[in-house]
DNA sequence: AGCACGCCGACT
DNA sequence: GTCGGCGTGCTC
């Protein structure tokens, strides 16, 4: 071995008359490696299989490089590498060709490229990031969301911080002491899952939490047992809060030491500094938000998810997995235990429990009445009887709740997004008011100002309901910073909090206040809300969308789990017609009920996820091409082409030419319950064939679209 | 995707 | 006679 292995002068003649060979064009599927260059490679195993970091579909590949003896050392599996790609071969020399980033997956002695190989351009790092597991996980990824491996390890392997890198992770605890069950006995197989989680075995459950401040110390719980029986855990929640709320937990059942929290607040290079603890196998459990799911924990033994339905969990770069998948993925792979939790149950928790793949965990009538609030409707002819209403947007019902609410603690008010720009509606059949010229929403831009297209800016006049020929309009929400404004005089001498989009508060205390927030931005009280109004009924059931109803639900819900339970006083007020499901699911607090409900229908209706889907998106002549080139599973329905309305996009439209763009149009592919893999790779073999063909405009593939109509 | 090779029209 | 159009094909 040289130590300098470029260039010396012998063996760069050997390389010239095996150049001239592979003119040749040489046979054999296990050619030995040959280079260009005069490169000494590395005597042990010379060839570096390498996953070159680009996202193409066609490029999802390996490719082999020759490792120089220089790097033998470095150049392991997982670890960080520069390579020289896209080169042309002129006359007997390499021309141009561009430094990518990439990542050695495995070291060997051959090579089945017929060519000489070029060499490693430089190891970055001697530190194994992509180890076999991880890359097995982003291998399953890319292929059940039919994208690019390189996308995914991009998601799952964090930017290198050097300073990070070259200080050495603590050493590993001794694992902790299993903890009490504590309040898990109120559920009943509770203690049942933690005696298995104990035991080292895999159970996999559907935990419908109680309402109330306990499950951040439940699902610490869940992950100390799991570590006390030697194994690893994870546990990914929507957002910082939640994570800070179970890092707590977690402390006071363990200390520290024995877990790392993975959110974006602490800044790239803690972050890192903390991942490549959990890399290192340093420390053993985690707790993050989305990108958590990948987190490298050694030998796994449990996988948890808190809150499933928030759209946080979709991560929304390319393929887009989501980390209920993801986790499931691993929770198959790693054989690990599974703990999907919320406050509601999403219809892809039903189903794994309707198809037996996890067991529900749930609390028994008696505990579920002892936990959840009083909840009070006030529906359309309430408030049409209730002069007070009329006058003041607020029901009498509401003012009597929060009057007698506040002489006993805070009182939290849940109003929708958008500050003043409240969405207009037919005022008698409440139809969503749409622009006569674009169909876009119609808006109320300012409190006196007339109602305008909030797409194109046309004023709405003489407006119609194409539904019911209705001709007055109605503001669908009261916006946020008008009721708080309202609600502050007249409780003048009760101090109003506001938590929002840019200002989230954690907690408050247990003093009369108004706490006014967004859904997902309600602080937690320290002794509970002594009420909860819940002003946006409407506005979250009106939306067009398939989960309308469960997301309504579970915002609802997650706001009044943080109010004391009905026997201490506590009480919801929603203002939304008592009829409807999903207010019937909260009145009974019956969240699993409602989750059953909607998969019935689901499935009556073939929606997924009882039925699987793909959304393709582009031209309708690149659509009809790509239909043309899929070889798509028996059972397919081919839904559409419709067209794809483009709301946002028009009204800032920057690029040039994006206004003479063709109309895009996006098809819907369904498969019936078991075929989703098999359109996954239909749909990304029709894109490599597609992209190779060359000429062929992109289209865009999306495994289970979130957004369908 | 980039990037270069390759085979057909209007220019010094 | 050449410069250059972007069709086609490859990237270890």
Not at 241 to 249: C, E, K, L, P
Not at 428 to 444: Q, W
Not at 514 to 523: D, F, N, S
Not at 535 to 549: F, Q, S
């Amino acid at each position: 071995m040289s130590e300098n292995g470029f260039g010396e002068p012998s063996k760069g003649a050997e390389q010239l008359a095996l150049i001239k060979e592979s003119a040749r064009k040489s046979k054999g599927p296990r050619a030995k490696p040959r280079t260009w260059r005069g490169a000494a490679l590395a005597e042990g195993l010379p060839v570096a299989r390498v996953l070159v970091d680009k996202g193409l579909l066609h490029l999802d590949q390996y490719f082999d490089y020759a490792v120089p003896a220089a790097m033998d050392a470095d150049a392991r599996p997982g670890v960080r590498v520069r390579v020289r790609f896209g080169a042309r071969v002129v006359g007997g020399r390499r021309e141009g060709g561009t430094l990518h980033d990439g990542f050695v997956v495995e070291r060997r002695a051959d090579t089945d490229f017929h060519g000489p190989l070029a060499p490693l351009a430089q190891v970055l790092s001697a530190e194994p990031v992509l180890g076999p597991g991880l890359l097995n996980l982003c291998r399953q990824v890319a292929d059940r969301y039919a994208g690019a491996l390189a996308d995914v390890v991009q998601l799952a392997v964090p930017p290198r911080m050097a300073r990070a890198e070259r200080d050495p992770s603590p050493d590993p605890l001794p694992a902790p002491a299993a903890p009490p069950p504590g309040t898990w006995t109120r559920y009943a197989t509770g203690p049942a899952f933690l005696q298995a989680l104990a035991r080292g075995d895999a159970p996999r459950a559907v935990w419908l939490a109680l309402p109330g401040p306990h499950w951040p110390q439940e699902l610490a719980a869940a992950m100390a047992t799991a570590l006390a029986a030697g194994r690893g855990a994870l546990a990914v929640v929507p957002d910082g809060r939640a994570a800070a709320r179970v890092d707590a937990a977690l402390t006071a059942l363990i200390g520290e030491g024995h877990h790392v929290v993975l959110t974006a607040d602490a800044g790239p290079e803690e972050r890192y500094r903390r991942w490549l603890a959990v890399s290192r196998g340093s420390v053993r459990a985690v707790v993050g938000t989305r990108a958590a799911m990948f987190a490298p924990v050694a030998d796994l033994g449990l996988v948890a998810l808190w809150d499933d339905g928030d759209s946080s969990h979709a991560e929304p770069h390319a393929p887009q997995p989501h980390a209920r998948d993801v986790l499931l993925l691993r929770a198959r792979q790693e054989q690990t235990a599974f703990l999907l939790g919320g406050i509601t149950t999403t219809v892809e928790g039903a189903q794994l429990v309707d198809s037996g793949w996890a067991l529900p965990l749930a609390a028994p009538r008696e505990e579920v009445r002892a936990a959840a609030p009083l909840i009070r409707t006030v529906g359309d002819a309430d408030q049409a009887r209730d002069e007070a209403a009329r006058a003041a947007r607020l029901p009498s019902v509401a003012w009597q709740v929060t009057r007698d609410a506040l002489a006993r603690g805070p009182v939290l008010v849940q109003v929708p997004r958008r500050g003043y720009v409240p969405r207009l509606a037919c005022d008698h059949c409440r139809e969503p008011a749409r622009c006569a010229t674009c169909a876009g929403p119609l808006e109320l831009p300012d409190q006196q100002g007339s109602p305008a297209c909030g797409w194109c800016g046309r004023p709405a006049v003489d407006w119609s309901c194409p539904n019911c020929a209705g001709t007055r309009l109605r503001a669908r929400v009261v916006g946020a910073r008008r009721t708080a404004e309202e609600l502050g005089r007249a409780f003048p001498r009760v101090p109003v909090r506001t938590s929002g989009r840019d200002t989230v508060l954690a907690t408050v205390g247990a003093a009369p206040a108004l706490v006014i927030a967004t859904p997902g931005a309600e602080p937690v009280a320290d002794e509970g809300y002594a009420a909860a109004l819940l002003l946006d009924g409407w506005a979250l059931l009106n939306r067009p969308d398939l989960r309308a109803g469960e997301e309504a639900l579970r915002r609802w819900a997650l706001a009044a789990a943080l109010v004391r339970p009905a026997d201490q006083g506590g009480t919801v007020v929603v203002l939304a017609e008592p009829t409807l499901r999903p207010v019937q699911a909260l009145v009974r607090w019956d969240p699993a009920g409602h989750a059953r409900r909607e998969l019935a229908e689901r499935a009556e209706l073939r929606f997924p996820p009882v039925s699987r889907m793909a959304s393709v998106t582009g031209s309708p002549g690149a659509l009809a091409d790509m239909a043309d080139t899929v070889r798509l599973p028996p059972a397919t329905d081919v839904l559409g082409p419709v067209p794809l309305p483009q709301p946002a996009r028009a009204r800032r439209s920057t690029a040039p030419g994006a206004d003479r763009e063709e109309p895009r149009q996006r098809l819907l592919l369904r498969v019936p319950p078991g075929n989703g893999a098999a359109l996954a790779a239909a749909l990304k073999e029709a894109q490599v064939l597609r992209a190779t063909r060359g000429g062929a405009e992109p289209v865009l593939v999306r495994m289970d679209p979130p957004d369908i109509g």
